[in-house]
C-alpha cells in the first residue's frame, strides 16, 4: 500500500509539472525561434526583407516583439501568423500539430518543438 501511495504520487506531480510547462509556454521565444528559421532556412527571405522591404519588416517584427512579451500563450499564435503572413508565401506557413504541447511546424521547413 506504500508503494502504492509513492507511485500514484509521482504520478501526480510529474503531470502536474509538464502541466506548468505547457502554461508557461513562452510567445517571446516563440517568435525568436521563428525568425531564426525564416533567416536560416527560408529560401525567400533575403528577398523579401530587401531594401524597400526591409523597413517594414523590421517594423513589424518590433511590433510583433513587444506584443509577444505581453501576450498570453493562447493568442501567439496570432502574433507567430503576422510574422509568416510578411512573407505572403504559401510555402511558408505556420500550424498547430499539437496545441496541448504547444508545439508548432513550418511548412516547406523543417518541423521544430518550440518552448
Known sequence: MKHLFVILSLV???????????DSCSCQANLNALIQVAKSRY????????????????????TLEQQSR??????????????VAFFKDDHFTIHYTDQAAAS???SGLSAHKLA
Request: net charge positive.
Open 104 to 106: 508548432l511546424r513550418w
Open 43 to 62: 529560401a525567400g527571405f533575403e528577398d523579401k526583407t530587401a531594401s524597400k522591404a526591409l523597413n517594414q519588416y523590421m517594423q513589424l517584427r518590433q
Open 70 to 83: 505581453l501576450t498570453s500563450s493562447s493568442a501567439c499564435l496570432t502574433i507567430l501568423e503576422k510574422y
Open 12 to 22: 501526480v506531480i510529474s503531470t502536474w509539472g509538464h502541466a506548468q510547462q505547457i
